[in-house]
């Protein structure tokens, strides 16, 4: 079955496949690629992807808020930390090191 389902999605284009399928009731959806996420209508016009500032990349694209409520649709206020950003003040606060054993454990490649 694989091989005869092979050989006629290989004689086909993406969308023909999509339509005849669709066409016939069979639930169907295309595997999109990063690219077509970021170009694909619905993904847009939902804002799935939306652009935000990242201070040392300038502009960037990330995920959008997924699902959106009509009354609270949530929005980006920010982007991800940067890796180990949070490192000193989550062990100096948190777990109650010093500076100096920060430091340390920087300085041994630890954080």
């Given at each position: 079955?694989?091989?005869?389902?092979?050989?006629?999605?290989?004689?086909?284009?993406?969308?023909?496949?999509?339509?005849?399928?669709?066409?016939?009731?069979?639930?169907?959806?295309?595997?999109?690629?990063?690219?077509?996420?970021?170009?694909?209508?619905?993904?847009k016009a939902r804002e799935n992807i939306v652009e935000v500032?990242?201070?040392?990349?300038?502009?960037?694209?990330?995920?959008?808020?997924?699902?959106?409520?009509?009354?609270?649709?949530?929005?980006?206020?920010h982007i991800a930390p940067d890796l180990g950003e949070h490192?000193?003040e989550i062990l100096t606060n948190m777990l109650g090191l010093?500076?100096?054993?920060?430091?340390?454990?920087?300085?041994?490649?630890?954080?």
């Amino acid at each position: 079955m694989d091989a005869i389902v092979s050989q006629w999605i290989a004689s086909k284009t993406r969308d023909d496949v999509l339509e005849i399928l669709d066409t016939h009731g069979v639930p169907v959806s295309p595997i999109l690629s990063i690219r077509d996420i970021f170009e694909h209508p619905q993904f847009k016009a939902r804002e799935n992807i939306v652009e935000v500032h990242h201070p040392r990349l300038g502009k960037v694209k990330v995920p959008g808020i997924i699902p959106k409520f009509e009354k609270t649709p949530g929005s980006i206020r920010h982007i991800a930390p940067d890796l180990g950003e949070h490192n000193y003040e989550i062990l100096t606060n948190m777990l109650g090191l010093t500076e100096e054993e920060c430091k340390q454990l920087e300085e041994k490649g630890v954080i």
